[in-house]
């Protein structure tokens, strides 16, 4: 069974920086695409970037390109979100997905972490 284990949410200032690491186990990681969703309170969860499986490929939502950047380490299992000037707005927690997809991960994948709270501050 695929299990997908974040860390590195926190409070930070607007403007300042935070990496999220998503830890994954279960199957085969370097095959399969990786994302990262978010959910602010009373709003639905919206994508916030994808990377494929060999790493050469990346999307990310328009709220976010040029500030966050997604990177993964097929030797450590890991993916990572690197999350730059944020702001007040980027408040939410932060959910690792996956599904059985190498290029990108698609709508609503199959497999969810915990989620990380991510707190930023005016």
């Known amino acids: 069974q695929v299990q997908l284990v974040e860390s590195g949410g926190g409070l930070v200032q607007a403007g300042g920086s935070l990496r999220l690491s998503c830890v994954a186990s279960?199957?085969?990681?370097?095959?399969?695409?990786m994302g990262w969703f978010r959910q602010a309170p009373e709003k639905e969860r919206e994508f916030v970037a994808s990377?494929?499986?060999?790493?050469?490929?990346?999307r990310f939502a328009d709220s976010v390109k040029g500030r966050f950047t997604i990177s993964r380490d097929n030797t450590k299992n890991t993916a990572y979100l690197q999350m730059n000037n944020l702001k007040p707005e980027d408040t939410a927690v932060y959910y690792c997905?996956?599904?059985?997809?190498?290029?990108?991960?698609?709508?609503?994948?199959?497999?969810w972490g915990q989620g990380t709270q991510v707190t930023v501050s005016s």
């Open positions: 997905a996956t599904d059985w997809l190498f290029s990108d991960v698609g709508s609503r994948p199959d497999f």
């Open positions: 279960g199957r085969t990681f370097q095959v399969y695409a």
């Open positions: 990377i494929s499986g060999n790493g050469g490929s990346t």
